[in-house]
């Protein structure tokens, strides 16, 4: 038996116009918001679509911009984003620039005339006239919030983790272990993520009096293959690091790959601290100690704000919130 409106009323106690209000679209109480957020999903409520995009005007469609469909840590957010969003009755739009500026613009002409209720945005270290192109969709009243990075020049909703205290806790352990040569395998130089992420690793041995070694630092732009090739360059040294530090998944993957062919042993032979927590670095013996990024949680808070944007409520616009990561600890670092 289908869920009516009438059916919601009576499980919260909310009165049925301001149920209705709120299914369609209209700003209410935030703790009214939260009890029928939480009875729509417990009772299966689910309204019909075109009946719906009729009656509001909506495509009832979310554009999510990312620069690659193979990134494991993207695509879990995106997971998380459509658990979030589905029970709204809202589909998700997937774009893919492929980390090409020019291309990103033609296909932001293309969003403009689908009438899309709002954008999820990677900004990926996008360098250029983006802010420009993102201004367009915020002047009409299309919501964006961007993820894992801001959109430099332009204030906007954001969600974010705490890049540098997540490096420096990281390097601050392998410090505490003994360590003093680690080698950090970095991301893009233009990042925003990887110059905070940076910053947490130097600021570490700052605060314990180390001195910073930067020729054991590795740009390989959170590339797998890249990684490759640097993590090789770094233990080609004569005097190679005692442990590295590759600080994005696709770095970790590309390290685990050359550490197999070089048949290195961990830990005995080098210590290794990863980054997320994901099916490549869950795959090896032993297990790694690793940064973890809540993604279930980023994608759950850029669809609640999202949802909070298209409701006509954009009191704390713009909005940024920071997550935490955590630091889980196994069996890849030796002390020494």
């Not at 998380?80 to 009755?89: G, I």
């Not at 997540?166 to 040569?181: C, D, M, N, P, V």
């Amino acid at each position: 038996m289908s869920i009516t409106l009438r059916d919601l009323s009576r499980h919260t106690g909310v009165s049925l116009g301001t149920v209705s209000r709120y299914i369609n679209g209209e700003t209410v109480r935030e703790k009214t918001r939260e009890k029928l957020e939480a009875a729509i999903k417990e009772l299966g409520y689910k309204e019909n679509i075109v009946t719906k995009a009729k009656r509001t005007g909506s495509s009832m469609t979310i554009a999510v911009v990312l620069s690659a469909l193979n990134a494991e840590f993207v695509m879990k957010i995106v997971e998380a984003l459509d658990n979030e969003l589905s029970p709204h009755m809202f589909s998700l739009l997937l774009v893919n620039f492929h980390e090409d500026p020019a291309y990103l613009k033609k296909r932001f002409e293309e969003l403009r005339f689908r009438k899309i209720d709002g954008l999820i945005f990677f900004p990926s270290g996008l360098e250029g006239d983006i802010a420009n192109e993102i201004k367009t969709f915020l002047d009409a009243k299309i919501p964006v919030v961007a993820i894992d990075d801001f959109v430099h020049g332009l204030e906007t909703d954001a969600v974010v983790v705490d890049n540098r205290n997540s490096t420096f806790r990281a390097t601050e352990y392998l410090i505490q272990q003994g360590h003093r040569k680690i080698g950090f395998l970095a991301g893009r130089k233009n990042s925003f993520v990887a110059q905070n992420r940076y910053k947490g690793c130097r600021e570490a041995f700052e605060a314990y009096d180390i001195p910073w070694d930067e020729s054991l630092v590795r740009w390989a732009d959170f590339e797998m293959n890249k990684a490759r090739k640097m993590f090789n360059e770094l233990m080609k040294s004569p005097d190679p690091p005692t442990a590295v530090f590759p600080t994005n998944y696709d770095m970790t993957i590309g390290t685990l790959l050359s550490i197999v062919n070089k048949k290195i042993s961990i830990p005995e032979d080098l210590s290794l601290f990863g980054y997320d927590q994901f099916s490549g670095t869950e795959a090896v013996s032993p297990k790694l100690s690793l940064v973890v990024q809540p993604v279930d949680k980023i994608g759950k808070t850029a669809a609640e704000i999202l949802l909070k944007r298209i409701r006509g409520n954009w009191d704390d616009f713009p909005k940024t919130v920071e997550l935490n990561t955590k630091m889980i600890i196994r069996d890849s670092i030796k002390k020494i």
